[in-house]
């Protein structure tokens, strides 16, 4: 553990994509990043309704526990998920209780892994991988979304659904954020006509499988006994009682 020159505990957090993916300026490339211990000004963070209310908590808190100079929005989603365990462990440990189908489940939070990640698919440390739809036999490009993607995709959703508030567009418009060109064409025009009125769902399908396949992340699944005996994967519940267990939020 070292000292930040603000005198708190901090300690360096690998992130799952080794930096690969972002421009070699970016401190992300470094593929680690400095965060310190929770205090109690997180502590007001976590309770402040405001933020609640609006979903932006979690990334207020976040972003007030990283020390090193980066741009929030450039996150790779998988690196952010990272990020989350490693505030969770920081400011509460590394055990998590929580209920699942009315049996209370502990896990220890630092056997939590990195997903592997295909080093070859990379090149030149861009943030783009090739892709050719197996039924349209189309050539496309997509990158690995970032937490400024996300942003600007439930900003657009939340338009879309004010239009209409009886058609799901959720797959369709984050397929024109995922695809960033069509054979060899990188205008924007382009991808959201062919995502529109060319792309098959079984073809999306197998690109949102091929995505998920490659993307670097942590593996945020635990195995448990199912009904039957057998053994099942189901994911972690994360939200704010994963940071406040006992929290009256």
């Known amino acids: 553990m070292e000292q930040t020159k603000n005198q708190f505990p901090s300690e360096e957090v690998t992130l799952p994509s080794k930096g690969l993916l972002y421009p070699i300026d970016s401190s992300l490339s470094k593929g680690k990043i400095e965060m310190k211990y929770m205090t109690a000004r997180e502590e007001d963070i976590l309770t402040n309704q405001n933020l609640i209310e609006n979903g932006t908590v979690i990334d207020k808190l976040l972003e007030s526990l990283i020390i090193t100079k980066i741009n929030y929005n450039d996150l790779l989603v998988g690196d952010k998920n990272a990020i989350l365990v490693a505030a969770r462990i920081l400011g509460y440990g590394k055990d998590y209780s929580f209920n699942h189908q009315g049996e209370e489940k502990?896990?220890?939070?630092?056997?939590?892994?990195?997903?592997?990640?295909?080093?070859?698919?990379?090149?030149?440390?861009?943030?783009?991988?090739?892709?050719?739809?197996?039924?349209?036999?189309?050539?496309?490009?997509?990158?690995?979304?970032?937490?400024?993607?996300?942003?600007?995709?439930?900003?657009?959703?939340?338009?879309?659904?004010?239009?209409?508030?009886?058609?799901?567009?959720?797959?369709?418009?984050?397929?024109?954020?995922?695809?960033?060109?069509?054979?060899?064409?990188?205008?924007?025009?382009?991808?959201?006509?062919?995502?529109?009125?060319?792309?098959?769902?079984?073809?999306?399908?197998?690109?949102?499988?091929?995505?998920?396949?490659?993307?670097?992340?942590?593996?945020?699944?635990?195995?448990?006994?199912?009904?039957?005996?057998?053994?099942?994967?189901?994911?972690?519940?994360?939200?704010?009682?994963?940071?406040?267990?006992d929290a009256e939020l």
């Not at 695809?179 to 999306?204: C, H, M, P, W």
Request: hydrophobic share 30%; glycine share 8%; charged share 30%.
């Open 106 to 245: 502990t896990i220890d939070l630092t056997d939590i892994k990195d997903k592997e990640m295909d080093e070859s698919l990379i090149e030149g440390g861009k943030n783009e991988f090739n892709f050719t739809l197996p039924t349209a036999k189309t050539e496309v490009t997509f990158k690995i979304l970032t937490h400024g993607d996300e942003q600007a995709i439930d900003k657009e959703l939340k338009g879309l659904k004010r239009l209409n508030k009886n058609i799901s567009y959720d797959l369709s418009t984050r397929m024109k954020y995922v695809i960033t060109s069509v054979g060899g064409d990188y205008e924007g025009k382009t991808i959201r006509n062919f995502v529109d009125t060319q792309l098959l769902a079984r073809d999306s399908r197998e690109l949102r499988n091929y995505i998920k396949k490659i993307q670097p992340d942590i593996n945020l699944t635990f195995e448990h006994e199912g009904k039957n005996g057998d053994l099942k994967t189901t994911s972690i519940p994360i939200g704010l009682q994963f940071f406040w267990p």
